[in-house]
Every structure is written in C-alpha cells, then in structure tokens.
C-alpha cells in the first residue's frame, strides 16, 4: 500500500473517480474532518492518469461504475493493469452482475450508490486494514511461506511463483495468504470470508469464488485441472504443492 502523503502525515488520501460532482462534494465533507483528504475527478480517463501517476500516492481508490465515455470496469482494468491499490467500487443499482463483473476485474469491495456515510466509512476502513496488516509490537515476523514454487511473504505482502511476482490485490493477497496457511487443508468458503472480510456476508456470496477463479489465473492453473488451488465440492478451497498433488 503506498505511504502516506509527505505532505499530510497520518492522513489517509483517497481518489474519487466519479462524474457526480455534488456526490463527490459529500462525500469530500463528510470524511475530510475523519482524517481522509479527498481528490476527486470527475471522467475515466483523468481518473486512470491519477491513479497510476508514480507521482501521486493513494491509499484507496472510489470508483463508480456508469460514467460516460470510459466506463468504470475499463478504469478499474487499466488502473489494475499498473497498481494494486485498493478499489471501492460504486454500482448504481447493485446488481448482482456488476458487483461479479468488478470484482473479476480486481475491484476489492463494491457499494451500491444508495449507500450510507456510515456504511461508506466502514467499508474505506475494511479495504484499508486487508491491504496492510502492521505486527503488534512483539509480534514475531512472519514466516515464509512456501508451497513448491510458490512463496508467500506475509510481512512484506509479496508473492512469487517461480521467482516471478505476482501482481494481487489487497483481497487476493490475503485470500492465497490463508490458503498458503493451510497448505495441504481445506478452508471453507464461509472460512475465508471471515478472514479477507470485515464484515458479514451471506454464506452464499459469489465474491469468494469470483476471487479464486481470478487468483487461478494468476498462478496459471487450470480450475478443471488445478495444480495449486483445488476445489472440494461442498467442503472449500485447498492449496496444494504441484510437485507431489
């Protein structure tokens, strides 16, 4: 996660990409005295230039999905294409689909605009605690974690397969970092939900699913016929070494 701005120590800087502007007005006045600065733009394409300026550093990113001319799913794939910072996505009606459609393309939450400050705040500060975790002071540093060719780095939130890393976004990092945990057990859905969320979801959320099958094409395995994430059918996700599965 990138560090905060030299500029506004021990403040949280957010980019809002968002056409509406009152919208944007709001929410800027409702989080400002909350500790969070707010830059806010107001097309697709200044929102991907901010974004993935090396310039600017973001801790998280709002991004509303129906904007005219470049829409948010195609920001969200270029932003993605260049960062991992964590995205909240708006939808304008909460379907079912744009909520799967975002967070194949690596969206980290999604919110429906009839959203509450409260709720708003609560889902920034989810985001923002699973792309960092900072060790209690005593903490021991995390191990290694190596499954064949794959290592985990918990501390230093980094993967690499076969020496090569990957990039994951906050979610799918601590997704493979629970699987790589368990390595050679089953974690159940309803497990990994309560560990790579802040909140409650029904058993049957899609989202959990819709991450694995993205964090399978990253490691390039084949869901039909995996090398490192099997599938149990009613039981879960296991994460297996290649070499001896």
Sequence with gaps: MPAP???????TRLLMIDDDRKLCR?????LGPLGFDVTAVHDGFAGVEHATNA??????????????????FEVLRRIRAKCDTP??????RGDETDRIV??????????????????LLARLRAVLRRAVR???????????????????????????????????????????????????RVRTRETLLEEIR?????????????HISSLRKKL?????????????????YMLVNPAIA
Excluded: C, Q
């Design 102 to 119: 975002g967070l194949e393309v690596g969206a980290d939450d999604y919110l429906p605009k009839t959203f509450s400050t409260r709720e």
């Design 220 to 236: 390039g395995d084949d869901a039909k016929n995996p090398r490192f994430i099997r599938t149990l059918r009613s039981a879960g």
């Design 198 to 210: 802040d909140r409650n979801y029904d058993v049957f959320d899609r989202s959990i699913d819709v």
């Design 134 to 184: 900072v060790p209690a002071e005593g903490d021991a540093p995390a191990a290694e974690l190596v499954v064949g060719p794959l290592r985990v780095n918990p501390e230093a939130r980094t993967a690499l397969l076969n020496d090569v890393p990957l990039a994951l976004t906050p979610v799918e990092f601590n997704l493979l970092a629970s699987l790589a945990k368990a390595r050679g």
């Design 55 to 72: 310039d600017e550093t973001w801790h998280a990113i709002i991004l509303d999905v129906m904007m005219p001319g470049l829409d948010g």
């Design 87 to 92: 995205v909240l996505m708006l939808t304008a």
């Design 5 to 11: 701005d030299s500029s506004s120590p021990g403040r």
């Design 26 to 30: 709001l929410v800027a006045g409702y």
